[in-house]
């Protein structure tokens, strides 16, 4: 009968330990919060402001200078146009497609102005520098790239060189497998031979990139600097060429009244800053200011 008793009180043990719970798994750790965005550059002491406005339905793509005109660009219309009295005093046009399709920015040279044009938003990219007599404004030239990495989309002078944007989209217009990370700079001598080239700082292209569009206008201004503007931001920014490396350095970011677009630096006063505002089809002149120089 005891040994009976002990065997009962013993299964009684052994099921009550099978029965106690197991110890919880521990906990999976938290997923890592995302990185903050990099700030971006300030205006660092750069300054803009406006002083007066001139109306023109030219007013898309960009606007050009010389000494005493100004060279309104639409994309398959120029319009020239006194500084001192705003009176349009020649034009040019053409369908569209016949010959041209897409006019960007311009620059005057040697009594030339030179149109960076693309066939946007047509794919695969095309692109020309199409070129004007200044005095008469009839079409006296062209320079094609044909079938390029990217759309020109801007022109300008360093050093008695070419300095040219191609730009990569991320939606309209763009290419399969490129966006516009793959936006570039190249450097020609005056055969059009390419000599060099630069990035974009990855930053900067991911701030113009975000609606799909890209870097619009590129001259040099102030400073030595490079200053570019977006498809659409109210915003000029200011680079540095590299000393070394393919990168350019964004240095500042000054804000302005222009929606982006295309620009000029007048020839005499340097501070001078001819932008547009497309919305309201008028061109914007305003005054860049420096950083002062610290004693």
């Known amino acids: 009968m005891k040994t009976s008793t002990l065997l009962i009180v013993l299964g009684s043990c052994t099921l009550a330990w099978a029965a106690e719970p197991a110890a919880p798994a521990p906990a999976a750790p938290a997923a890592a919060a995302p990185a903050p965005a990099a700030p971006i550059p300030g205006a660092n002491g750069w300054k803009y402001v406006d002083l007066r406005s001139l109306a023109a339905p030219e007013a898309r793509q960009g606007v050009a200078a010389d000494r005493e005109h100004l060279y309104i660009i639409s994309n398959f219309a120029i319009g020239k146009y006194r500084k001192d009295t705003g009176q349009r005093v020649a034009s040019w046009e053409c369908p569209e497609g016949e ?45 094609s790239f044909g079938r390029a990495d990217g759309s020109l989309t801007w022109v300008e002078r360093r050093n008695g060189r070419w300095i040219a944007c191609f730009v990569h989209y991320g939606k309209r ?35 113009l990139g975000v609606r799909g569009y890209s ?41 302005v009244t222009a929606q982006g677009q295309a620009f000029a630096w007048d020839p005499d006063e340097p501070e001078i800053f001819y932008s547009l505002s497309k919305k309201g089809r008028t061109v914007l002149v305003g005054r860049v200011t420096p950083p002062e120089q610290k004693p």
């Not at 009594?111 to 990219?125: E, F, I, K």
């Not at 201004?221 to 490396?245: C, I």
């Open 99 to 143: 010959p041209l399709t897409h006019l960007n920015a311009g620059i005057v040279h040697e009594g030339r102005l030179y149109c960076a044009h693309s066939n946007y938003p047509g794919v695969p990219n095309l692109s020309s520098v199409e070129i004007w007599d200044t005095a008469t404004l009839q079409h006296v030239g062209s320079r």
């Open 215 to 255: 870097c619009s206008g590129g001259a040099f201004g102030p400073g030595g600097y490079l200053f570019v503007t977006g498809h659409d931001h109210t915003e000029l920014y200011v680079l540095q060429m590299p000393e070394a490396g393919p990168t350019l350095r964004w240095v500042a970011t000054i804000p």
């Open 173 to 207: 217009g763009g290419e399969p497998g490129k966006g516009p990370e793959w936006t570039r700079i190249v450097e020609f001598d005056d055969e059009w031979r390419q000599t060099g080239g630069w990035a974009f700082p990855a930053d900067l292209m991911a701030r």
